[in-house]
């Protein structure tokens, strides 16, 4: 590798900054504001693109015409995001955090499947920039002229930016209402109005960074989960709410990103090492270390505690007589399902994928509710469980049992490790390194072809001959999944539960009344890591076949979203929100071609109706009930 | 100028304010009296409009604010000082007081930097000082400035006497009665009977949610009952 | 020896010195208050003193033994409560429940995963809370407490493990003036039958002067004075940096 490639690779690390800067800006702006984590800020960048494709296919000739296009596509986005804000997330500003996020989810939904009906499934490639087609000598070596403009655009969105926010009225009400928005609007500010321009210019700048992406990468429908994995990255490396520490961010894995790509392969001890095939996983990997060495980002400071938490939760009781009876009702009935479902085969197979998703969610929910963990990786463990079983019996021969029996440890192992980082975080800076960690075991199971059989995945994985009929493995699926969340939830009447809340309520109080409240976390995390293994194990045998996509990061969403539909402050409700979420997706995905956007409308509309979540919701309703008896 | 007439007012179920009516007059310095907990702070909160009353009238010189927004009450001239402080940490001095910046109005004292440096010299020295690196008295004054800035007519004090050194309470008392030398009507609340004795002319007492007494500063320092029963003097 | 020495203990923040060469002692059965403007370094003392800071300098000394180091839950396991200044207590469990889980904690018995936690040392977390006139709310959820009752539920759990030491940040804070005597009495009397020490910070002098054995004052960190409250109330430099004109 020559000095010359080093520095070109260098410039294109220069010109990724200004394109991740720009991605992510945005994200940061509207969180320091309206702490709002905008998932859909993505979606946005994708929305960019594609406005951006349309315009400079019909005025993008002239050099005027495509800044033209840039610009105004820009502006497009950002007048949708004030219609967003003012339709939409005005009415949950004072929501509790998750379900915040799973509205902003539920527009990820909605923009995917416009995007699809409004651009069709193929990627469209934009025009190239009039006037900037060609390319540069730069030390003997072609750079695209493009690429050098971008350098030049993300330092100076930069240095705009922060201008406005230390030499403008403007800028000085938006630092204010970071620390404090209730306040802002008690001197008179209309903070309503502050928070539509800051949406409308975060998500402007989202804009801005998708149109200017125009002529280097096509316009497809995966660019929404993609671009937000980056400006998640970005924005909680840099530290949340802080503008020159996206800049810093960008910078940094932009640059190491070039620099694996300029090493290439390397033989070390005789095997060959491949560092541009890191490129896949390299953000992942910064943000892991940089948040085990700063857990607030670089630049990030602690923010001041969120004046609108969760409600308060109610102190937890074992099942009532009531509770109980209606609980045995339904495992009678569900003991019954393969006897009188015999007229409906597929009712057996859609409740063995239902059994899976409601221990998948428990085990969610035993770390993010009384743990306090909100996890936006459980997919890892799920897939580590599937993996585990999966090559056990390929790779080792085992019989299906003993596969079944022990897959989950592997899921136990990664959680242990895992889990050690994590939980030294919190919030969205643990939300992420989750993230981070199941995002890395998925680039393993993608690439490491060899022994996880790569995107193709391991196929054949046939449960033993006594399980063959679907109705044993229902059998087997529910005594695991029953076993499995009465378990759970045995743990969280336990004092080791009551040690886990504790340490969730106040770890000021916890630690000084001598819990260690890491401990307890950390073992908290590998138990729900095993269980959740258990199912990915589980899941792997009834499918017969596992691929990557079972620690996609939409599995850990899905897992999310079960668990916020039915309630994180109930014991029922992840049992709730996985049956009907998982009911949910088999009946409309089958209907209807749009059944994402169907989706994200029934969970806006859940989120408005139900804020408790669905069990949540259903429990104040019955205690309303006594006390009007 | 400030007038509340039977509201009342929930944190969810609680019923946390019932009847509560008092009256500021122009210039004048009225202290609202409790305990921990009696409603004060939500008294307080109800007129600026961070509370929502659930019933009841809240007249601020002649227009009815109890379902505005808080910002539309502050930009009518009612200033608010809550009781945590909550000054913008990353924010220096003037920045603070920029946030708190209205436009003059007719009628009522005008607030500058010369004059805030005048009324609190501490903060006249360190204009570009973060928030955060202020002691507790520094950001008390501060947050009394940012208010005055707004150039309001009346203030809510919630509390300016709780959690500071004596020395700074005495200060606190200064810089009262000269507003209302200014002009600026108060309302104050407080747990400090001492204090209250210092600077206001009327007083209120409120009790799980309900006003108990009211009369001038001189007739509740002669009712020792009312002192004893509401304020466990 | 005393219960708790203090000697030369000093904490800096970005080479601002928080607290300077700060020492003194605390004997059983006595109750000291530790008074000064905000921002002396009262609270960064305390946080020292449990354990939550680690200290540049200087020794802290519980029976003779060194704390520095200890994390705040071993410095509770070696005898020494805490109640704070804004209470802490665990908003989704019971009044009971708080009390219990210090019990599970003292006896060790927290990893359990089987039995029903809410079923364990009844008896005794009652007779704690009976101690702190709290029995009749047992049953209440710990979030909808009065201010005043909280404080009281902090004390009940502080003495749960039986501690040497109480280490009390502005314990009466937010609440009335009869209110705050009361909770200091009973201190008091908890301080005497159990013979344990005090340490506490306070803004209301009424409650400093009526209860504190002795006092020490902090100013920009270092100590300025300390003596039985008449003597420090008569000192001048007290009067104009803290005390002001009233006292």
């Known amino acids: 590798?020559?000095?010359?490639?080093?520095?070109?690779?260098?410039?294109?690390?220069?010109?990724?900054?200004?394109?991740?800067?720009?991605?992510?800006?945005?994200?940061?702006?509207?969180?320091?504001?309206?702490?709002?984590?905008?998932?859909?800020?993505?979606?946005?960048?994708?929305?960019?693109?594609?406005?951006?494709?349309?315009?400079?296919?019909?005025?993008?000739?002239?050099?005027?015409?495509?800044?033209?296009?840039?610009?105004?596509?820009?502006?497009?986005?950002?007048?949708?995001?004030?219609?967003?804000?003012?339709?939409?997330?005005?009415?949950?500003?004072?929501?509790?955090?998750?379900?915040?996020?799973?509205?902003?989810?539920?527009?990820?939904?909605?923009?995917?499947?416009?995007?699809?009906?409004?651009?069709?499934?193929?990627?469209?490639?934009?025009?190239?920039?009039?006037?900037?087609?060609?390319?540069?000598?730069?030390?003997?070596?072609?750079?695209?002229?493009?690429?050098?403009?971008?350098?030049?655009?993300?330092?100076?969105?930069?240095?705009?930016?922060?201008?406005?926010?230390?030499?403008?009225?403007?800028?000085?009400?938006?630092?204010?209402?970071?620390?404090?928005?209730?306040?802002?609007?008690?001197?008179?500010?209309?903070?309503?109005?502050?928070?539509?321009?800051?949406?409308?210019?975060?998500?402007?700048?989202?804009?801005?960074?998708?149109?200017?992406?125009?002529?280097?990468?096509?316009?497809?429908?995966?660019?929404?989960?993609?671009?937000?994995?980056?400006?998640?990255?970005?924005?909680?490396?840099?530290?949340?709410?802080?503008?020159?520490?996206?800049?810093?961010?960008?910078?940094?894995?932009?640059?190491?990103?070039?620099?694996?790509?300029?090493?290439?392969?390397?033989?070390?001890?005789?095997?060959?090492?491949?560092?541009?095939?890191?490129?896949?996983?390299?953000?992942?990997?910064?943000?892991?270390?940089?948040?085990?060495?700063?857990?607030?980002?670089?630049?990030?400071?602690?923010?001041?505690?969120?004046?609108?938490?969760?409600?308060?939760?109610?102190?937890?009781?074992?099942?009532?007589?009531?509770?109980?009876?209606?609980?045995?009702?339904?495992?009678?009935?569900?003991?019954?399902?393969?006897?009188?479902?015999?007229?409906?085969?597929?009712?057996?197979?859609?409740?063995?994928?239902?059994?899976?998703?409601?221990?998948?969610?428990?085990?969610?929910?035993?770390?993010?509710?009384?743990?306090?963990?909100?996890?936006?990786?459980?997919?890892?463990?799920?897939?580590?469980?599937?993996?585990?079983?999966?090559?056990?019996?390929?790779?080792?021969?085992?019989?299906?049992?003993?596969?079944?029996?022990?897959?989950?440890?592997?899921?136990?192992?990664?959680?242990?490790?895992?889990?050690?980082?994590?939980?030294?975080?919190?919030?969205?800076?643990?939300?992420?390194?989750?993230?981070?960690?199941?995002?890395?075991?998925?680039?393993?199971?993608?690439?490491?072809?060899?022994?996880?059989?790569?995107?193709?995945?391991?196929?054949?994985?046939?449960?033993?001959?006594?399980?063959?009929?679907?109705?044993?493995?229902?059998?087997?699926?529910?005594?695991?999944?029953?076993?499995?969340v009465l378990f759970l939830w045995r743990v969280l009447l336990a004092p080791f539960g009551y040690a886990l809340r504790a340490g969730r309520d106040s770890p000021l109080r916890a630690d000084a009344i001598g819990i260690n409240v890491f401990n307890y976390q950390w073992m908290a995390f590998v138990l729900a890591g095993t269980v959740c293994g258990v199912a990915g194990s589980l899941f792997a045998f009834s499918k017969g076949t596992i691929a990557p996509d079972v620690i996609h990061v939409g599995r850990s969403i899905d897992g999310l979203v079960m668990v916020l539909l039915g309630g994180v402050q109930t014991l029922a409700g992840p049992v709730v929100g996985a049956a009907l979420f998982t009911w949910l997706q088999d009946a409309v995905a089958r209907e209807f071609q749009y059944w994402r956007a169907a989706l994200g409308v029934a969970i806006l509309l859940l989120v408005m109706v139900f804020p408790l979540g669905v069990a949540g919701s259903v429990k104040r309703l019955l205690r309303r009930r006594e006390v009007a008896a | 100028m400030l007038k509340l007439k039977d509201i009342h007012a929930y944190y969810g179920q609680a019923h946390i304010l019932a009847d509560v009516s008092l009256e500021v007059n122009a210039g004048e310095v009225v202290v609202l009296l409790g305990r921990n907990g009696a409603g004060k702070s939500t008294t307080m909160k109800s007129i600026i409009g961070l509370v929502k009353p659930a019933k009841g009238e809240v007249t601020f010189q002649g227009a009815r604010i109890e379902q505005m927004a808080p910002y539309k009450i502050a930009r009518l001239g009612l200033g608010y000082v809550p009781e945590e402080r909550r000054i913008f940490t990353e924010l220096t001095v003037l920045e603070n007081l920029e946030v708190g910046r209205q436009a003059p109005r007719a009628g009522v004292p005008t607030w500058d930097w010369d004059k805030i440096a005048r009324l609190f010299p501490n903060l006249g020295e360190m204009p570009q000082r973060p928030g955060g690196r202020m002691s507790g008295g520094e950001q008390q004054m501060l947050t009394i400035a940012r208010t005055l800035m707004g150039n309001p007519a009346c203030i809510l004090l919630d509390e300016p006497s709780e959690g500071v050194a004596p020395v700074i309470v005495d200060q606190m008392a200064a810089a009262i009665l000269e507003l209302k030398s200014q002009g600026v009507a108060i309302l104050l609340s407080e747990q400090n009977l001492h204090f209250a004795a210092e600077v206001a002319d009327r007083a209120y007492i409120i009790e799980k949610g309900r006003i108990r007494f009211s009369g001038t500063m001189a007739e509740l320092e002669a009712d020792a009952e009312a002192q004893q029963q509401y304020l466990a003097v | 020896m005393s219960l708790l020495e203090v000697n030369g203990l000093t904490k800096a923040f970005g080479g601002v010195r928080a607290v300077s060469e700060v020492g003194f002692t605390v004997e059983a059965g006595e109750i000291l208050a530790l008074i000064g403007p905000n921002g002396a370094g009262k609270s960064t003392c305390f946080n020292m003193l449990n354990g939550q800071l680690r200290p540049d300098s200087g020794s802290i000394k519980l029976g003779g033994v060194s704390t520095i180091g200890l994390k705040p839950r071993r410095?509770?396991?070696?005898?020494?409560?805490?109640?704070?200044?804004?209470?802490?207590?665990?908003?989704?469990?019971?009044?009971?429940?708080?009390?219990?889980?210090?019990?599970?904690?003292?006896?060790?018995?927290?990893?359990?995963?089987?039995?029903?936690?809410?079923?364990?040392?009844?008896?005794?977390?009652?007779?704690?809370?009976?101690?702190?006139?709290?029995?009749?709310?047992?049953?209440?959820?710990?979030?909808?407490?009065?201010?005043?009752?909280?404080?009281?539920?902090?004390?009940?759990?502080?003495?749960?493990?039986?501690?040497?030491?109480?280490?009390?940040?502005?314990?009466?804070?937010?609440?009335?003036?009869?209110?705050?005597?009361?909770?200091?009495?009973?201190?008091?009397?908890?301080?005497?039958?159990?013979?344990?020490?005090?340490?506490?910070?306070?803004?209301?002098?009424?409650?400093?002067?009526?209860?504190?054995?002795?006092?020490?004052?902090?100013?920009?960190?270092?100590?300025?004075?300390?003596?039985?409250?008449?003597?420090?109330?008569?000192?001048?430099?007290?009067?104009?940096?803290?005390?002001?004109?009233?006292?």
């Open chain 1, 1 to 484: 590798m020559s000095v010359d490639a080093l520095l070109v690779q260098f410039l294109n690390g220069l010109a990724g900054a200004s394109t991740l800067f720009l991605l992510a800006v945005g994200l940061s702006l509207i969180f320091g504001v309206t702490r709002i984590v905008n998932f859909a800020h993505g979606s946005f960048y994708m929305l960019g693109i594609y406005i951006a494709y349309s315009l400079t296919a019909r005025i993008g000739g002239s050099v005027l015409g495509f800044w033209g296009s840039v610009v105004l596509a820009a502006l497009a986005v950002g007048l949708l995001g004030v219609i967003v804000e003012c339709l939409l997330l005005r009415r949950i500003y004072r929501a509790p955090e998750l379900f915040q996020l799973l509205a902003t989810f539920a527009l990820v939904l909605i923009a995917r499947d416009a995007a699809l009906a409004i651009w069709g499934p193929e990627d469209l490639l934009g025009p190239r920039a009039p006037g900037l087609k060609g390319a540069v000598e730069i030390l003997g070596r072609q750079f695209p002229q493009y690429d050098l403009a971008l350098i030049f655009i993300g330092p100076a969105v930069l240095g705009a930016l922060w201008w406005m926010l230390t030499r403008t009225r403007f800028g000085v009400l938006i630092r204010a209402a970071t620390e404090d928005r209730e306040m802002v609007g008690a001197l008179g500010v209309n903070q309503a109005w502050l928070f539509t321009a800051v949406f409308g210019l975060g998500t402007l700048l989202a804009g801005l960074g998708g149109a200017l992406q125009g002529p280097r990468e096509p316009a497809n429908l995966g660019l929404d989960l993609m671009g937000i994995g980056d400006a998640f990255v970005v924005v909680v490396v840099g530290g949340m709410g802080s503008i020159p520490g996206a800049f810093l961010a960008a910078l940094i894995i932009a640059e190491i990103k070039a620099l694996c790509i300029a090493i290439g392969t390397v033989h070390v001890f005789g095997f060959d090492f491949s560092f541009s095939k890191l490129t896949l996983v390299v953000e992942f990997l910064v943000m892991a270390v940089v948040l085990i060495w700063k857990p607030l980002g670089l630049l990030g400071k602690p923010s001041a505690a969120s004046r609108n938490s969760s409600a308060v939760e109610a102190p937890l009781a074992p099942p009532d007589k009531a509770a109980k009876i209606f609980g045995y009702a339904v495992l009678v009935l569900l003991l019954l399902l393969p006897v009188v479902g015999q007229m409906f085969p597929y009712a057996v197979v859609l409740m063995i994928d239902i059994l899976v998703a409601v221990l998948f969610a428990a085990s969610l929910h035993f770390i993010m509710g009384p743990g306090g963990m909100h996890s936006f990786g459980h997919a890892a463990y799920f897939g580590l469980g599937a993996y585990g079983a999966g090559l056990l019996m390929k790779q080792f021969s085992m019989p299906m049992e003993a596969a079944l029996g022990l897959g989950p440890l592997l899921a136990a192992a990664g959680a242990l490790l895992f889990g050690w980082f994590c939980v030294r975080l919190s919030g969205v800076y643990l939300a992420m390194l989750t993230l981070a960690f199941a995002q890395i075991v998925w680039s393993i199971a993608f690439q490491w072809d060899e022994v996880t059989g790569g995107s193709n995945g391991i196929i054949g994985l046939w449960p033993a001959e006594w399980l063959n009929q679907k109705a044993a493995y229902y059998y087997l699926t529910l005594a695991l999944t029953v076993g499995g």
């Open chain 3, 75 to 247: 410095v509770w396991r070696m005898g020494v409560g805490r109640t704070f200044q804004i209470t802490a207590t665990f908003g989704s469990m019971t009044v009971r429940e708080n009390v219990q889980m210090a019990l599970l904690s003292h006896r060790g018995r927290l990893k359990n995963l089987w039995v029903r936690a809410r079923e364990q040392y009844v008896a005794e977390a009652d007779a704690l809370l009976a101690r702190v006139g709290m029995r009749e709310q047992a049953e209440r959820p710990c979030s909808v407490l009065a201010y005043g009752d909280l404080k009281r539920l902090e004390l009940a759990v502080a003495l749960a493990n039986a501690p040497k030491l109480l280490l009390m940040d502005e314990p009466t804070a937010g609440m009335a003036p009869k209110e705050r005597i009361e909770l200091m009495a009973l201190t008091a009397d908890i301080v005497k039958s159990d013979s344990i020490g005090v340490l506490f910070t306070e803004h209301d002098m009424d409650v400093v002067f009526r209860h504190a054995s002795r006092m020490i004052v902090l100013n920009r960190g270092q100590l300025i004075a300390g003596g039985v409250p008449a003597e420090v109330r008569a000192n001048p430099e007290v009067q104009r940096i803290y005390l002001g004109s009233r006292h």
